[in-house]
């Protein structure tokens, strides 16, 4: 998901350089960030945001003025389709500089409207990790960004359905998959619901990382639509609706 940091650094009349010394790292590594070459993690990205003087949402939400490479919007404002942002597979590492310059698809699903205060995008699903939830092979789910999910609905529950990305070589490689959020004693585990026992449950400490990955949350998933698009599995009801 592209972030706004370049756009807010020259609002505040900040240049990289000055940005990357209030944050202790160099200009080059801040040039990554803004440029979605390297994913810091979200402690950064918090620091990130303390600096600029804005929430952390705020470094990945539209701002008026600026949708370049966003979701389309109808003429109230709202997104009338929503953004297709890959493919979640589990255990399948891909080279994120192969889609950095990928232009933006627009997928031909509307947003769910419990949610329409958070930017939603549609993650083609491929594989099994997920089909004990209702969740097939090459089905879509749609998913509401975490950050703006959390400061605008709710946090992140134990049972809600996520979508995770974990990231590896500097942030070179990533790998997008659904899980079942939950938290045990303290600590985060990410579950999957297959038939297949190949697929492991995730564990995330505190600092995300883990054995050199990085882990993260970038997305709540409110529903899964069939290949075509004819029905939705309503995940926060737990009940199939036809179209």
């Known amino acids: 998901m592209k972030n706004n940091i370049a756009y807010l650094r020259k609002q505040k009349g900040l240049s990289q350089a000055d940005l990357a010394a209030e944050i202790g ?14 994913d810091p993690g979200m402690d950064r990205f918090q620091q990130i945001a303390g600096a600029l003087g804005v ?3 705020d470094l990945f939400s539209e701002i008026e003025g ?3 490479d966003g979701p389309a919007y109808d003429s109230a404002g709202s997104q009338a389709l929503l953004q297709f942002a890959g493919e979640a597979q589990a255990g399948v590492w891909r ?6 310059n990928d232009e933006a698809q627009i997928a031909a699903i509307s947003p769910d409207p419990r949610y329409r205060k ?5 993650w083609q699903v491929l594989g099994d990790s997920m089909d004990k939830a209702g969740i097939a092979d090459g089905m879509y789910v749609v998913g509401a960004d975490y950050w703006e999910f959390s400061e605008r609905y709710r946090p992140i529950e134990t049972g809600d359905i996520v979508v995770v990305e974990r990231l590896r070589f500097d942030g070179q490689e990533r790998e997008r998959t659904i899980k079942r959020y939950q938290r045990i004693k303290g600590h ?11 697929h492991k449950p995730i564990h995330i400490p505190k600092d995300g990382i883990v054995e050199g990955e990085q882990i993260k949350i970038i997305a709540y998933v409110s529903g899964a639509f069939s290949l075509f698009g004819k029905a939705i599995y309503d995940l926060d009801e737990g009940q199939k609706i036809l179209l």
């Open 25 to 38: 790292i160099h200009w080059t590594n801040l040039s990554k960030i803004e440029n979605d070459r390297s």
């Open 55 to 57: 929430k952390p949402a």
């Open 66 to 68: 600026f949708r370049e």
């Open 95 to 100: 080279d994120v500089n192969i889609y950095a």
């Open 118 to 122: 958070a930017r939603q995008y549609v």
């Open 188 to 198: 985060v585990v990410l579950m999957p619901e297959s038939s297949n026992p190949h």
